[in-house]
């Protein structure tokens, strides 16, 4: 016979989603059982709910309990403020809970209870992000109910948010898309245990393991699904890697994106969304030119009944490559902290809260539409790793040392998300703005892609183009008159 488990949990937050999970641990014993609520209402503290007792306030509670090694603290606060959990946490810590879990901050509000399988652990960025933007997600999303939705790069940080986000949707068929069998595989059992949980809506899920670099079976594929609506979120993304791999960074994010394009208006796709970046603003990277060219692939394309538009915006906290990772692994190791330049700065949002935003823009977005997302003030890098140090318990410089290393190829010390010139409106919707470029490629993008193309692909004609990362720099340089590219040859 299975044993059942012992671990005993405390639930902070006697609110509506602490009581649905006390009552979803209390129908399947297997979870552990639940002690107590912890909570600072004293309206709340001393009654039972659901049988359980309700402690408080937290600043008491938590230096009189004597946990063990198998308790579990689960945040069960979904409007909770950034102070709020920072306070939090430090008291649970205290109190050595052996793990901390977190029912996630709602950058978007959502119909039905909360389950125990959308409970994560608590990370950094839940700690220092700023206050995200709410969206009612029910109510953008409308426009994908009954609908064919793909996502590409599914497997990726924002491509498996985009797949949490839709599940919301109605949407009657969701198509993972990615070229790593992995990383897809898991976005496909997490939605499928979500939906099995009853998060969410009952869209049938389909993965789809390809190549968008193969331009027949690109076309083969988007003609085959029939979708409506496409968001595309892949592509290779890490600067200093796209530095000393040019012309795959080009080859993947350029023709990759051509290639879906195409394959999207000969299968007559009616909304396409292409996931962009900040570092296409006056770009100094292979990356941000290779992005660059991929938005004015997509722009050109709109017009009446077809909405292919641009969503651009910077940083997300806790994506795969990110600092947060990085610093976590270096501060468990006892250091150094790693950082490029004392006045390294960029913009940053939680995954959620962007996907939430790029979904809604998805709605709402004109044809041929460049929409940014305000992303609030550029953060010093240095600020958010000396918080990140305090917050594992620690002194930066005293006891985790920080060093500089200088910034890498490709980098800059700060981004923008628009040029010099070109002009920004606000929406009505909160934290969307639309950009009016100064500047665009349009004309010029087909001559373009010719000019690459020999490059990226091997031809018998001109061997000697092909991989020719001088040549490539070169071209680009021509493309964009403003791109500022190391002059480091890439090391092989």
Not at 61 to 88: S, Y
Not at 113 to 141: C, F, G, M, T, Y
Request: hydrophobic share 40%; with cysteine.
């Amino acid at each position: 016979m299975r044993a059942i488990a012992k671990n005993r949990i405390y639930i902070i937050g006697a609110g509506l989603t602490g009581l649905a999970l006390a009552r979803e641990i209390q129908a399947k014993p297997i979870f552990g059982r639940v002690v107590a609520f912890l909570d600072d209402d004293p309206q709340k503290i001393g009654r039972r709910l659901s049988g359980i007792p309700v402690l408080g306030p937290l600043d008491a509670v938590t230096e009189l309990l004597k946990t063990t090694p198998a308790d579990e603290a689960i945040i069960a606060i979904p409007e909770a403020t950034r102070e709020q959990l920072r306070r939090i946490h430090r008291l649970l810590t205290a109190a050595e809970f052996s793990r901390i879990r977190i029912v996630p901050q709602l950058s978007q509000l959502l119909s039905g209870e909360p389950h125990l399988i959308q409970a994560r652990e608590l990370n950094p960025e839940d700690l220092l992000a700023r206050q995200p933007v709410r969206v009612d997600l029910k109510k953008s999303l409308a426009y994908l109910r009954g609908q064919r939705v793909l996502v590409t790069g599914a497997g990726g940080s924002i491509g498996a948010e985009l797949a949490r986000q839709l599940l919301y949707g109605g949407a009657e068929r969701l198509y993972l898309f990615g070229h790593g069998e992995n990383s897809i595989y898991e976005s496909e059992r997490e939605l499928r245990l979500l939906q099995e949980a009853g998060v969410g809506e009952k869209a049938t899920i389909v993965p789809v393991i390809g190549e968008l670099q193969d331009r027949d079976y690109v076309r083969y594929i988007v003609g085959r699904l029939r979708a409506n609506v496409v968001f595309h979120a892949a592509a290779h993304k890490h600067v200093p890697l796209m530095e000393a791999n040019p012309v795959e960074a080009v080859k993947n994010n350029v023709f990759g994106t051509a290639n879906l394009v195409d394959a999207s208006l000969a299968a007559e796709v009616e909304r396409f969304v292409l996931v962009s970046t900040d570092k296409a603003v006056e770009p100094a990277s292979v990356y941000g030119a290779s992005k660059l060219i991929a938005e004015e692939l997509v722009l050109r394309q709109g017009g009446p009944g077809r909405a292919f538009l641009v969503v651009r915006f910077g940083n997300v906290l806790g994506s795969r490559g990110s600092i947060l990772p990085l610093f976590s692994s270096q501060i468990q190791k006892g250091g150094p902290v790693t950082l490029t330049h004392p006045e390294a700065r960029r913009f940053f949002m939680t995954i959620p809260e962007a996907v939430s935003l790029v979904l809604q823009a998805g709605g709402v977005g004109r044809p041929r539409g460049l929409y940014l997302l305000d992303m609030g003030e550029p953060v010093l890098i240095r600020d958010m790793a000396e918080q990140m140090i305090r917050l594992y318990g620690y002194e930066p410089g005293v006891d985790i040392p920080v060093v500089y290393t200088g910034l890498r190829p490709g980098e800059k010390l700060e981004e923008r998300l628009w040029a010099e010139g070109d002009s920004v409106q606000p929406t009505e919707y909160p934290k969307l703005l639309l950009l009016d470029r100064k500047y665009a490629l349009n004309g010029k993008l087909n001559a373009v892609l010719d000019s690459l193309r020999p490059i990226c692909f091997f031809r018998e004609d001109s061997p000697q183009t092909y991989r020719n990362r001088r040549m490539l720099r070169e071209t680009l340089k021509r493309i964009i008159p403003d791109l500022r590219l190391p002059e480091d040859e890439p090391p092989y």
